[in-house]
């Protein structure tokens, strides 16, 4: 009251309700980001920065991953060829590269021997990531445009690509909220690019659907040549999933105790099932005849058969006449599709409840049933095809992670007398 104004919350939907009313409204927050706003206000390029022909500038921008700047040198140029994952930035003039103890000592000896200095510098936590704006702090927000969904939808893509395309081709046109869409130069779209890697520090997915959204409009459709943007992408990690063990898996589902929660997390399981196809099931794709399950439209549009479980089909019979679903096999209070996240948070809540310690998802279990699997000797090309698979290298990453198969290896210390 002793401000004499209304609060109300800072969202796109409360924001474009308050556009329909008041058509001029704009908005103004302390946390707008300026620079944002104004994308000719960029900061000094790191090349700009003018160098002694004796120095050596390594700017550190992610863990291990550096930024070379020097005047051209074909010894230098020779020895940053031999470092890991190196590549020469041809518009910025500069060699990236991976640079652990043995390239440093590499480096020290070279800039001895030719009287160099090396200037270290680390710039992963120099600025502070940006957020992505919000529409309400954006003037004029523009929305992607019709023609772009219409296109997604006559390819049929899946709604939620569509969502993320739509969303990240927003966030794109908005970095130029000055320029006209359809006139955004190539070069335009490399710096955008940077600016999501360097000042909103996005993961390397998030950039690769990014750039795929940004490609579909202008070559899907208006139709242009297809093009190759040289972009500086963060190294993929090869990280291995979470997987639980039997035992894990066991305690888990013990420890939930609604009988539509156990019902689909035992299928999940059993089935080896990603999130959205478990919440896409239907009644009919349930064969009790011939004891499978299809699974229909899955990831990249395929349908596949996979397991249904004996143990598991009087529990499923038990679930359908109490709970009576009209269309889908598990559907929400109200009907229709249960809710992706509601199932995420039960299963969540079944790990804590378990005293399981490791980050458990839906997906969690999809990884533990292939696992399982791999560990009882079943032939990897049959997983292949119970998960979805298009090429047998995905799945072998599950090679990788049987305990079985690590257990008839014995570590050379076992042969050491003490």
């Excluded at 994952?85 to 590499?106: A, E, F, G, H, R």
């Excluded at 032939?379 to 079985?404: A, N």
Aim: glycine share 4%; with cysteine.
């Amino acid at each position: 009251m002793s401000e004499k104004c209304w609060h109300i919350e800072a969202s796109r939907e409360v924001f474009e309700q308050l556009k329909e009313l008041f058509p001029t409204i704009t908005a103004h927050t302390e946390t707008a980001d300026k620079n944002y706003l104004n994308p000719d206000a960029q900061k000094t390029n790191p090349k700009e920065e003018k160098l002694d022909k004796t120095t050596i500038k390594l700017v550190q921008y992610q863990n291990g991953r550096y930024r070379i700047l020097s005047w051209y040198n074909p010894l230098l140029t020779d020895l940053l060829k031999k470092f890991p994952q190196s590549k020469y930035d041809v518009s910025n003039k500069w060699w990236t590269c991976s640079i652990d103890d043995k390239q440093k000592q590499s480096l020290e000896a070279f800039a001895k021997i030719n009287g160099y200095k090396l200037l270290w510098v680390d710039e992963r936590k120099k600025h502070i990531l940006k957020p992505r704006p919000q529409l309400f702090e954006i003037e004029n927000y523009r929305h992607c445009p019709d023609k772009m969904i219409e296109k997604l939808k006559a390819v049929r893509y899946s709604e939620k690509t569509i969502e993320a395309y739509k969303g990240l081709f927003e966030e794109f046109i908005n970095f130029y909220n000055t320029r006209k869409v359809d006139e955004i130069t190539e070069a335009e779209i490399i710096a955008y690019m940077r600016y999501l890697v360097q000042e909103r520090g996005i993961s390397a997915s998030y950039q690769n659907q990014s750039i795929n959204a940004i490609k579909f409009y202008y070559e899907k459709v208006l139709g242009g040549s297809r093009k190759f943007y040289q972009l500086e992408r963060p190294q993929k990690e090869d990280k291995l999933p979470t997987v639980l063990s039997v035992e894990e898996v066991q305690k888990l589902i013990a420890s939930i105790s609604n009988l539509k929660h156990k019902t689909m997390t035992m299928l999940c399981y059993s089935a080896g099932l990603r999130l959205s196809e478990i919440i896409n099931l239907k009644i009919k794709d349930i064969d009790s005849g011939r004891m499978q399950i299809a699974v229909r439209g899955g990831k990249g549009k395929k349908d596949r058969y996979t397991l249904l479980s004996e143990k598991l089909l009087p529990l499923l019979r038990k679930y359908f006449l109490e709970f009576k679903p009209a269309e889908y096999l598990f559907e929400g209070v109200n009907g229709g599709k249960y809710a992706e996240r509601s199932f995420q948070n039960i299963v969540k809540e079944a790990a804590h409840k378990a005293n399981i310690k490791k980050n458990v998802t839906v997906h969690t279990l999809r990884h533990s049933f292939a696992t399982h699997l791999m560990e009882n000797g079943t032939d990897l090309r049959y997983i292949q095809v119970l998960l979805g698979h298009s090429s047998s290298k995905t799945t072998e990453i599950y090679t990788h992670m049987t305990s079985k198969a690590m257990s008839g290896i014995k570590s050379p210390l076992d042969d050491l007398d003490f």
